[in-house]
C-alpha cells in the first residue's frame, strides 16, 4: 500500500457514502492548509505528514470520480429496522373513531 493514512485506505474509501466522502476530504484539506502554515512558521513536527494528506486527498477525489464513471461501485445504503413507536399507535387509535361517526351517518339516512 503506498504512504498515507491507514484511515484512509482505498478499501475503506469503497465502503463510505459519498457524503462522507466529502466530508473526508473537507477534513483533509483543512488538515492540509494547517499543515502548510506550520511548514511556513517551522512549526510541523512531521514534515512527511505533508506527502500523506496530499495523498489522501488524491485517492478520495480518484474514488468520486470512478463513481461518477461508473467504475467503482457506489455502496448501498444500510436500512436500519424501523421501531413501531408509540405515536403510530396513538395515530392509528384516533383514525378509527373519527370513521365511526360517519358510519353511523349513513345508517340514519
Request: proline share 5%.
Amino acid at each position: 500500500m503506498a504512504i498515507g493514512t491507514k484511515e484512509l485506505a482505498t478499501t475503506e474509501l469503497d465502503n463510505f457514502e459519498d457524503g462522507r466522502l466529502v466530508e473526508e476530504l473537507k477534513k483533509a484539506k483543512e488538515e492540509l492548509f494547517n499543515l502548510r502554515f506550520q511548514a511556513v512558521t517551522n512549526q510541523v513536527e512531521e514534515r512527511g505528514r505533508i506527502r500523506q494528506v496530499k495523498r489522501d486527498i488524491a485517492r478520495i477525489y480518484t474514488v468520486i470520480r470512478e463513481r461518477e464513471l461508473g467504475i467503482r461501485a457506489t455502496p448501498a445504503p444500510v436500512e436500519k429496522p424501523a421501531k413501531k413507536s408509540k405515536a403510530t399507535k396513538a395515530s392509528k387509535k384516533a383514525e378509527a373513531p373519527a370513521a365511526a361517526p360517519e358510519a353511523e351517518n349513513e345508517e340514519t339516512k
